[in-house]
C-alpha cells in the first residue's frame, strides 16, 4: 500500500456517524442505512403482525365475534401488503447493505445518496397505505393481489392511495436493486471474480436483475387501474373491449418473480450459515449459482399456474403444469447442496444454524406442496382454499422469515460487537418452530376439506383445526417479542464479538472488527482466498 | 479494476440532506395527484390535491437542481475515478432497462387484447363463451364497437399511419441522428458542433410533441378517439401518452446538456451526463419504432 492512498485514506475517512437524528435522515453510509431498513422491516412486521392477529381471532371459532366482515377483508389484504412489501423485502435491502459492499471488499455501496432516497420513499409509501384505513370507505380490501373489479369498479376510494404507495415502494425498489447490481458488478475487490462471490452476493444480484425487470410491471399494472378508475379506459373492462383476466396476466407476470425476489436472498443466507456450523465448505457451490440463475430464468415464464381456474386454453394449462414442475429441479438441486453440505460436517446447533436447518426442512414442505398445486387437475380442487395459504406461508415464514431472523443473529455479533443471549435465542428459535407449524400445518387439512380462504366466518367441520391454528399464531406472534428483547438486549452489552464470530466463518466480513468500524474498506483488501464459504 | 499503483480512492459523499427531501417531494407530488384523482371522480370542490401537487413539484424540483448541481461540482473537483463514473454507467443503464420493461407491460396488454379477447368476446375459441354476456356481438380489430356501447362509445374514425405518425416518425430518427453528431462534437473538441446540432435535436422533439399534441386534440374533437371509446383508445392513448411523456422528459434532459455545453461543460473523456440524455433518447427513439409498426400501421 503507497503513501499516497494511505493519507487519502486519513483525508476522507476518518470521521465517524454524525450526531442525533441527522445522522439517520442524511445518511449515505451503508451500514447506517441497512440498520434503517431492517428497524423498518421490523416494524412493519409487528404491523403486518397484528393484522394476522386480528385475522386469527376472528377465526378462532366459526361465527363473526371480533370484525365485521368488511373489516376482515381489510385485515387479510393489509396483512399481504404489509408483510410482502413491508417487511420482507425491505428486511433483505436491509441485509444487502449491510452485507454486500463487506463482503465484496467494497467502501460503500455504489450511489450512496440514491441508497438513502430509497430507504426513505419507503416509510412514506407505507405511512400513506396505513392511512387508508381512516378513510372513507376503509383500506383495500381486495386482497394483496388486487384483482380487478374487485379493485377497479367496487374499489373503496382509498384504492387511488393504495395504487400510488405501490407506485412509490417500486420507486424505491428498482432505486435500490440499481444500487446493487451496480455495486456488485463494479464494485468488487481487485481479484474477485464473480465465481469467488459469496452465494448472498450471487443471490442478491439475480433478486436485482428479477426487480428491475418486474416492478416496472407492477407499476404498469396499479396504473392501467388508475385509468381504468378514474379516466374511463378499458383495460379491465371487458364492456369495452378489455379484459378481467388481462390484470391477472400482468400481475402475476410480476406476482411470480416476486415471489423469487422474496426466496433468492434466502437462499443466500441459508448458503453462508449451514457451511459455518457445519464446518465444511460449501457443496457444489458452482452448481449453486446456476440453480439460483435457473430458477430465476423459470420465474419470468410460469406465473399463469396462479390463474389455473380463471379458464385459460387447455394447452396453456398443460405448458404451465410443465414449466412449474421444472423448477422443483434446480431447486432440488439446492435443498441436496444443503445437505450434502451437512453431510459428515462437525455440526454445531447455535441458534443461526438451528433456523437455517428448519429453513431447510419446512421450505422444502412448502416446496412440495407447491408441486401438488402445479398439477392442473388437483389444483381446481386447491384453488383459493387453505391448502393454498398452508403452502405460501410454508414457504415464506419458515422460508423467507427465517432465513431472515438466522441471518440477524448470525451478523448480529458482527453489527453490534457483541454476543446474542444463546439461551434466549435458542427459546426464540423452539417457540417460533413449534408456533409456525401449529399455525399452519393445520390448515392443509382444513384446505384440504374445502375451506375457502379469504373469508371471515367458516362451517362447523372446520372448527377444531382453525382454533389450534389461531392458537399457533399466537405462540408465533408474541415470540416476537423475545426476538426484539433479545436483538435490543444485545445492543446494549454482552459478551464481546470476536473478529471471526464464528469458528467456521469464511468471508470479507468476518476479516473486519466486531462492530464493524463505521467506514470499512476504503482501500480495497487483497487477500481473496476466503472470500467464500 | 486498476492496480494499486494507480487506484484512486472510490468517493462517498459525506451525509446529505437530498435524499431524504427528495422523498418528501415525490411523496407530496404523490398524495397531491390521489386527492386530484379522488376529488375529480366523485366530483368535490377543492383545490387541495392541486395545491399539494404543486408543493411537491416545487420541492422535488427544488431538490433536484441541487442534486444535480452537486454532482456535477463534484465531477469537475476530480473528486469521481474512472471506477465511480462507470457505476453511473451501469446505473443508467439499468435505469433504462426498468423503462423497457415498463413499456412492456403496456405492450403485452395491446397484444394480449388483439391475439386472444377480441376473438374470445366474440365467442370463437375455447373461451367462447364468454359470448353470453353480448349475444351476437361481432368483433373487429381495431374496435370500433364496443361490446357495450352505452359504456363506452367506439370511435369514428382512426389516425392513419401515413400521415402525421410517418412525419413524427421521420422526425425522431433524424433526431437520433442530430444527436449522434452533436457527441461527434464533444468527440472533436467542437463546441460550435455540439450545441448547434443539439439544438437541432431539441427543436425536432418539440415540433414531435407538437404534431404529436395536435394529432391527440384532432383524435378527441374531430374523430372521437378518446381514452374512453374502449380498449383501441385505451391501448393508443396510453401506450402513445406515455411514449410522449418520456419524450417530454428528454427533450428537458436535452436542454438541461444543451445549457451545460453552452457553460463550457463536457469533454470527450467526461461527458456522462450528456452521454446519459442521449441514451435516453434512443431509448425512446426505439420505443416510438415499436409504436408505429405495432400501434398505428398494424393497429389500424
Same mark, same amino acid.
Given at each position: 500500500?503507497?503513501?499516497?492512498?494511505?493519507?487519502?485514506?486519513?483525508?476522507?475517512?476518518?470521521?465517524?456517524?454524525?450526531?442525533?437524528?441527522?445522522?439517520?435522515?442524511?445518511?449515505?453510509?451503508?451500514?447506517?442505512?441497512?440498520?434503517?431498513?431492517?428497524?423498518?422491516?421490523?416494524?412493519?412486521?409487528?404491523?403486518?403482525?397484528?393484522?394476522?392477529?386480528?385475522?386469527?381471532?376472528?377465526?378462532?371459532?366459526?361465527?363473526?365475534?371480533?370484525?365485521?366482515?368488511?373489516?376482515?377483508?381489510?385485515?387479510?389484504?393489509?396483512?399481504?401488503?404489509?408483510?410482502?412489501?413491508?417487511?420482507?423485502?425491505?428486511?433483505? +435491502?436491509?441485509?444487502?447493505?449491510?452485507?454486500?459492499?463487506?463482503?465484496?471488499?467494497?467502501?460503500?455501496?455504489?450511489?450512496?445518496?440514491?441508497?438513502?432516497?430509497?430507504?426513505?420513499?419507503?416509510?412514506?409509501?407505507?405511512?400513506?397505505?396505513?392511512?387508508?384505513?381512516?378513510?372513507?370507505?376503509?383500506?383495500?380490501?381486495?386482497?394483496?393481489?388486487?384483482?380487478?373489479?374487485?379493485?377497479?369498479?367496487?374499489?373503496?376510494?382509498?384504492?387511488?392511495?393504495?395504487?400510488?404507495?405501490?407506485?412509490?415502494?417500486?420507486?424505491?425498489?428498482?432505486?435500490?436493486?440499481?444500487?446493487?447490481?451496480?455495486?456488485?458488478?463494479?464494485?468488487?475487490?481487485?481479484?474477485?471474480?464473480?465465481?469467488?462471490?459469496?452465494?448472498?452476493?450471487? @443471490?442478491?444480484?439475480?433478486?436485482?436483475?428479477?426487480?428491475?425487470?418486474?416492478?416496472?410491471?407492477?407499476?404498469?399494472?396499479? @396504473?392501467?387501474?388508475?385509468?381504468?378508475?378514474?379516466?374511463? @379506459?378499458?383495460?379491465?373492462?371487458?364492456?369495452?373491449?378489455?379484459?378481467?383476466?388481462?390484470?391477472?396476466?400482468?400481475?402475476?407476470?410480476?406476482?411470480?418473480?416476486?415471489?423469487?425476489?422474496?426466496?433468492?436472498?434466502?437462499?443466500?443466507?441459508?448458503?453462508?450459515?449451514?457451511?459455518?456450523?457445519?464446518?465444511?465448505?460449501?457443496?457444489?457451490?458452482?452448481?449453486?449459482?446456476?440453480?439460483?440463475?435457473?430458477?430465476?430464468?423459470?420465474?419470468?415464464?410460469?406465473?399463469?399456474?396462479?390463474?389455473?381456474?380463471?379458464?385459460?386454453?387447455?394447452?396453456?394449462?398443460?405448458?404451465?403444469?410443465?414449466?412449474?414442475?421444472?423448477?422443483?429441479?434446480?431447486?432440488?438441486?439446492?435443498?441436496?447442496?444443503?445437505?450434502?453440505?451437512?453431510?459428515?460436517?462437525?455440526?454445531?446447533?447455535?441458534?443461526?444454524?438451528?433456523?437455517?436447518?428448519?429453513?431447510?426442512?419446512?421450505?422444502?414442505?412448502?416446496?412440495?406442496?407447491?408441486?401438488?398445486?402445479?398439477?392442473?387437475?388437483?389444483?381446481?380442487?386447491?384453488?383459493?382454499?387453505?391448502?393454498?395459504?398452508?403452502?405460501?406461508?410454508?414457504?415464506?415464514?419458515?422460508?423467507?422469515?427465517?432465513?431472515?431472523?438466522?441471518?440477524?443473529?448470525?451478523?448480529?455479533?458482527?453489527?453490534?460487537?457483541?454476543?446474542?443471549?444463546?439461551?434466549?435465542?435458542?427459546?426464540?428459535?423452539?417457540?417460533?418452530?413449534?408456533?409456525?407449524?401449529?399455525?399452519?400445518?393445520?390448515?392443509?387439512?382444513?384446505?384440504?376439506?374445502?375451506?375457502?380462504?379469504?373469508?371471515?366466518?367458516?362451517?362447523?367441520?372446520?372448527?377444531?383445526?382453525?382454533?389450534?391454528?389461531?392458537?399457533?399464531?399466537?405462540?408465533?406472534?408474541?415470540?416476537?417479542?423475545?426476538?426484539?428483547?433479545?436483538?435490543?438486549?444485545?445492543?446494549?452489552?454482552?459478551?464481546?464479538?470476536?473478529?471471526?464470530?464464528?469458528?467456521?466463518?469464511?468471508?470479507?466480513?468476518?476479516?473486519?472488527?466486531?462492530?464493524?468500524?463505521?467506514?470499512?474498506?476504503?482501500?480495497?483488501?487483497?487477500?481473496?482466498?476466503?472470500?467464500?464459504? | 479494476?486498476?492496480?494499486?499503483?494507480?487506484?484512486?480512492?472510490?468517493?462517498?459523499?459525506?451525509?446529505?440532506? $437530498?435524499?431524504?427531501?427528495?422523498?418528501?417531494?415525490?411523496?407530496?407530488?404523490?398524495?397531491?395527484?390521489?386527492?386530484?384523482?379522488?376529488?375529480?371522480?366523485?366530483?368535490?370542490?377543492?383545490?387541495?390535491?392541486?395545491?399539494?401537487?404543486?408543493?411537491?413539484?416545487?420541492?422535488?424540483?427544488?431538490?433536484?437542481?441541487?442534486?444535480?448541481?452537486?454532482?456535477?461540482?463534484?465531477?469537475?473537483?476530480?473528486?469521481?475515478?474512472?471506477?465511480?463514473?462507470?457505476?453511473?454507467?451501469?446505473?443508467?443503464?439499468?435505469?433504462?432497462?426498468?423503462?423497457?420493461?415498463?413499456?412492456?407491460?403496456?405492450?403485452?396488454?395491446?397484444?394480449?387484447?388483439?391475439?386472444?379477447?377480441?376473438?374470445?368476446?366474440?365467442? +370463437?375459441?375455447?373461451?367462447?363463451?364468454?359470448?353470453?354476456?353480448?349475444?351476437?356481438?361481432?368483433?373487429?380489430?381495431?374496435?370500433?364497437?364496443?361490446?357495450?356501447?352505452?359504456?363506452?362509445?367506439?370511435?369514428?374514425?382512426?389516425?392513419?399511419?401515413?400521415?402525421?405518425?410517418?412525419?413524427?416518425?421521420?422526425?425522431?430518427?433524424?433526431?437520433?441522428?442530430?444527436?449522434?453528431?452533436?457527441?461527434?462534437?464533444?468527440?472533436?473538441?467542437?463546441?460550435?458542433?455540439?450545441?448547434?446540432?443539439?439544438?437541432?435535436?431539441?427543436?425536432?422533439?418539440?415540433?414531435?410533441?407538437?404534431?404529436?399534441?395536435?394529432?391527440?386534440?384532432?383524435?378527441?374533437?374531430?374523430?372521437?378517439?378518446?381514452?374512453?371509446?374502449?380498449?383501441?383508445?385505451?391501448?393508443?392513448?396510453?401506450?402513445?401518452?406515455?411514449?410522449?411523456?418520456?419524450?417530454?422528459?428528454?427533450?428537458?434532459? $436535452?436542454?438541461?446538456?444543451?445549457?451545460?455545453?453552452?457553460?463550457?461543460?463536457?469533454?470527450?473523456?467526461?461527458?456522462?451526463?450528456?452521454?446519459?440524455?442521449?441514451?435516453?433518447?434512443?431509448?425512446?427513439?426505439?420505443?416510438?419504432?415499436?409504436?408505429?409498426?405495432?400501434?398505428?400501421?398494424?393497429?389500424?
Amino acid at each position: 500500500m503507497n503513501a499516497v492512498v494511505e493519507e487519502h485514506h486519513d483525508e476522507h475517512h476518518d470521521h465517524g456517524p454524525a450526531k442525533g437524528i441527522t445522522r439517520w435522515l442524511y445518511t449515505t453510509n451503508h451500514k447506517d442505512i441497512g440498520t434503517l431498513y431492517l428497524w423498518f422491516s421490523f416494524a412493519m412486521f409487528f404491523v403486518g403482525g397484528i393484522c394476522a392477529l386480528g385475522i386469527r381471532a376472528e377465526l378462532f371459532q366459526p361465527g363473526l365475534q371480533i370484525v365485521q366482515p368488511e373489516v376482515f377483508n381489510q385485515l387479510t389484504t393489509m396483512h399481504g401488503l404489509i408483510m410482502v412489501f413491508g417487511a420482507v423485502m425491505p428486511a433483505f +435491502v436491509g441485509l444487502a447493505n449491510w452485507l454486500v459492499p463487506m463482503m465484496i471488499g467494497a467502501p460503500d455501496m455504489a450511489l450512496p445518496r440514491m441508497n438513502n432516497y430509497s430507504f426513505w420513499i419507503l416509510p412514506f409509501a407505507f405511512g400513506m397505505l396505513i392511512s387508508t384505513f381512516l378513510m372513507e370507505g376503509g383500506a383495500p380490501n381486495y386482497g394483496w393481489t388486487f384483482y380487478a373489479p374487485l379493485s377497479t369498479e367496487y374499489a373503496p376510494p382509498s384504492v387511488t392511495f393504495f395504487i400510488f404507495a405501490v407506485h412509490l415502494m417500486g420507486i424505491s425498489s428498482i432505486m435500490g436493486s440499481i444500487n446493487v447490481i451496480v455495486t456488485i458488478l463494479n464494485m468488487r475487490a481487485p481479484g474477485m471474480t464473480l465465481m469467488q462471490m459469496p452465494l448472498f452476493v450471487w @443471490t442478491w444480484l439475480i433478486t436485482a436483475y428479477l426487480l428491475i425487470a418486474v416492478m416496472p410491471v407492477l407499476a404498469g399494472v396499479v @396504473t392501467m387501474m388508475l385509468m381504468d378508475i378514474h379516466f374511463g @379506459t378499458a383495460f379491465f373492462s371487458a364492456a369495452g373491449g378489455g379484459d378481467p383476466v388481462l390484470f391477472q396476466h400482468v400481475f402475476w407476470f410480476f406476482g411470480h418473480p416476486e415471489v423469487y425476489i422474496m426466496i433468492l436472498p434466502a437462499f443466500g443466507i441459508i448458503s453462508a450459515i449451514i457451511p459455518t456450523f457445519a464446518r465444511k465448505k460449501l457443496f457444489g457451490y458452482d452448481s449453486m449459482v446456476y440453480a439460483t440463475a435457473s430458477i430465476a430464468f423459470l420465474s419470468f415464464i410460469v406465473w399463469a399456474h396462479h390463474m389455473f381456474t380463471v379458464g385459460i386454453p387447455l394447452a396453456g394449462e398443460l405448458y404451465f403444469m410443465y414449466a412449474t414442475m421444472v423448477i422443483a429441479v434446480p431447486t432440488g438441486v439446492k435443498v441436496f447442496n444443503w445437505v450434502a453440505t451437512m453431510w459428515q460436517g462437525s455440526m454445531t446447533f447455535e441458534t443461526p444454524m438451528l433456523f437455517a436447518i428448519a429453513f431447510v426442512i419446512l421450505f422444502t414442505i412448502g416446496g412440495f406442496s407447491g408441486i401438488m398445486l402445479s398439477i392442473v387437475p388437483a389444483d381446481f380442487q386447491y384453488h383459493d382454499t387453505y391448502f393454498v395459504v398452508a403452502h405460501f406461508h410454508y414457504v415464506l415464514v419458515p422460508g423467507s422469515i427465517f432465513s431472515i431472523m438466522a441471518a440477524v443473529y448470525y451478523w448480529l455479533p458482527k453489527w453490534t460487537g457483541n454476543m446474542y443471549d444463546e439461551t434466549l435465542g435458542k427459546t426464540h428459535f423452539w417457540l417460533s418452530f413449534i408456533g409456525i407449524n401449529v399455525t399452519f400445518f393445520p390448515q392443509h387439512f382444513i384446505g384440504l376439506a374445502g375451506m375457502p380462504r379469504r373469508i371471515p366466518d367458516y362451517a362447523l367441520q372446520f372448527a377444531d383445526w382453525n382454533m389450534v391454528s389461531s392458537c399457533g399464531a399466537f405462540l408465533f406472534g408474541f415470540s416476537q417479542l423475545l426476538f426484539l428483547f433479545i436483538i435490543l438486549k444485545c445492543i446494549r452489552g454482552g459478551e464481546r464479538a470476536t473478529e471471526k464470530v464464528w469458528e467456521g466463518a469464511r468471508g470479507l466480513e468476518w476479516t473486519i472488527a466486531s462492530p464493524a468500524p463505521y467506514h470499512t474498506f476504503s482501500t480495497p483488501p487483497k487477500d481473496m482466498a476466503d472470500a467464500h464459504g | 479494476m486498476s492496480n494499486e499503483e494507480t487506484y484512486q480512492e472510490y468517493f462517498v459523499p459525506h451525509s446529505s440532506k $437530498l435524499p431524504i427531501l427528495a422523498s418528501l417531494g415525490i411523496f407530496l407530488i404523490v398524495y397531491g395527484m390521489g386527492n386530484m384523482f379522488n376529488e375529480m371522480s366523485s366530483g368535490t370542490d377543492s383545490s387541495f390535491g392541486e395545491i399539494v401537487l404543486f408543493l411537491g413539484g416545487l420541492v422535488m424540483g427544488g431538490t433536484l437542481f441541487f442534486w444535480f448541481s452537486e454532482v456535477i461540482k463534484e465531477n469537475h473537483s476530480n473528486l469521481y475515478s474512472d471506477q465511480l463514473n462507470r457505476s453511473f454507467v451501469w446505473g443508467m443503464s439499468w435505469f433504462i432497462f426498468s423503462e423497457v420493461m415498463f413499456f412492456a407491460a403496456f405492450f403485452g396488454a395491446l397484444f394480449y387484447v388483439r391475439t386472444f379477447v377480441v376473438d374470445w368476446i366474440g365467442g +370463437v375459441g375455447e373461451r367462447g363463451p364468454s359470448d353470453m354476456l353480448w349475444g351476437g356481438y361481432e368483433p373487429h380489430w381495431p374496435m370500433m364497437n364496443p361490446p357495450d356501447p352505452e359504456k363506452f362509445a367506439g370511435p369514428k374514425e382512426l389516425i392513419s399511419p401515413w400521415g402525421l405518425p410517418l412525419i413524427n416518425t421521420l422526425l425522431l430518427v433524424t433526431s437520433s441522428f442530430t444527436v449522434t453528431f452533436a457527441h461527434h462534437g464533444i468527440n472533436e473538441g467542437n463546441r460550435k458542433k455540439l450545441t448547434n446540432w443539439l439544438l437541432a435535436t431539441i427543436f425536432l422533439g418539440v415540433v414531435f410533441l407538437f404534431v404529436q399534441g395536435y394529432e391527440y386534440y384532432h383524435a378527441y374533437v374531430d374523430l372521437g378517439l378518446t381514452l374512453a371509446s374502449g380498449i383501441y383508445g385505451t391501448t393508443f392513448f396510453m401506450l402513445t401518452g406515455f411514449h410522449g411523456a418520456h419524450v417530454t422528459l428528454g427533450t428537458f434532459m $436535452l436542454i438541461v446538456m444543451l445549457f451545460r455545453a453552452r457553460s463550457g461543460h463536457f469533454s470527450k473523456t467526461d461527458c456522462f451526463g450528456f452521454e446519459a440524455a442521449a441514451w435516453y433518447w434512443h431509448f425512446v427513439d426505439v420505443v416510438w419504432l415499436g409504436l408505429f409498426v405495432f400501434v398505428y400501421v398494424l393497429g389500424s
